[in-house]
């Protein structure tokens, strides 16, 4: 189908004009006003309306190597996730009109995408399109099938407020986990997690020893353990397995807020303690995202589960956005609207 008669000559782009050392900040974008791009054979034209924020674009910024992903390039377009409706369909066999969403559309108000890189999304699957762009298909993953989660289970988020660990523990409770612990990095968030978000305790990071601090809130051990993060959380975790426990480690957020995510592992203990240590990521899960969104629209829709986000509105704000997204800002997702 055709495009629509309202697509402007030009269009802004957020771009990455210099490599920060540390944390991204504004900075270290510019926005430009660049021509609206053409597509060709099997591309589709799409105006973005929403965009996800996710630390690991900290790191790609950065331009740390060690990801199993290119990092963004200085004088480009910031890549990312987001939401974004079709405005010339050419030759692709989508509508004008469609909702689509892409990992690569980026901070941009259109964007030209392969029709094959881009997800039709079904109007009807959730409530509203922002959900797509949930982080729960990760935590999902984490607590149902590399943790294992069941009945009468103690389990423990690192990261609790984030995009991933909001639903996570909310995951947990709904799979019939008794006691579910997070850890978090202030008081004002924990306060969210306990009355809000279904957690029935939370360690705080740099408020004394974190060993401590979880021993007390899970005096009896671990039966599963969410890991985000790595590094002296997964190690103070791992010290309170029982045995039996599953322990799935879903990211690494330690290593790409510039802590170390590396951790000791006592072979032994795990032996001993018949302890599953298991590494999940999602693009080796894909079958689990249809699962998710099955399970995530009935639940939003019966309101036994909530999606915790933060909105800042106007493609200018992106650089912000993830600036407040590494200080630890928000709670829940971080989505920009245009």
């Known amino acids: 189908m055709s495009a629509s008669s309202a697509v402007p000559a030009t269009h802004r782009e957020v771009h990455l004009v210099t490599r920060p050392t540390g944390a991204p900040s ?29 630390t690991i674009m900290s790191e790609l910024i950065r331009g740390r190597g060690e990801l199993p992903m290119p990092p963004f390039d200085v004088g480009a377009c910031v890549p990312g996730p987001g939401i974004a409706e079709v405005v010339d369909a050419g030759d692709s066999g989508l509508q004008v009109g469609d909702l689509v969403a892409s990992q690569t559309g980026g901070w941009r108000e259109y964007a030209v995408l392969d029709a094959q890189a881009v997800q039709c999304l079904d109007p009807g699957a959730l409530p509203f399109p922002a959900a797509h762009l949930s982080q729960g298909a990760a935590a999902y993953l984490g607590v ?7 009945q009468g289970d103690t389990v423990f988020v690192t990261s609790a407020a984030g995009g991933v660990g909001s639903l996570a523990g909310q995951i947990a409770r709904l799979r019939g986990a008794a006691r579910v612990i997070g850890s978090t990095s202030s008081q004002r968030k924990a306060d969210i997690l306990t009355k809000e978000l279904g ?4 360690v705080l990071r740099n ?35 029982r045995r039996g426990a599953r322990i799935a480690l879903i990211g690494a957020l330690a290593g790409q ?20 240590l298991r590494g999940a990521a999602l693009f080796d899960h894909l079958d689990v995202i249809p699962e998710w969104t099955d399970f995530f629209g009935r639940a939003l829709r019966d309101g036994t589960l909530t999606f915790p986000r933060t909105v800042l509105t106007g493609l200018d704000q992106a650089p912000r956005a993830l600036r407040e997204l590494v200080e630890g800002r928000h709670v829940g997702a971080v989505h920009v609207e245009l």
């Open 199 to 202: 957690y029935d305790a939370v």
């Open 144 to 150: 149902v099938r590399a943790g294992e989660v069941r």
């Open 207 to 241: 408020a004394g020893s974190l060993d401590e601090q979880l021993r007390a809130a899970a005096p009896d051990g671990l039966d599963v353990v969410v890991d985000n993060v790595g590094g002296e959380q997964l190690k103070s975790a791992m010290a309170l397995a």
């Open 257 to 276: 807020l510039g802590d170390s995510a590396v951790t000791e592992i006592d072979p032994h203990a795990l032996i001993s303690g018949s302890v599953t």
């Open 26 to 54: 504004e900075e270290h974008f510019t926005v430009v006003e660049v021509p609206v791009p053409v597509p060709g054979p099997g591309q589709v034209l799409v105006r973005t309306t929403t965009l996800a924020v996710l």
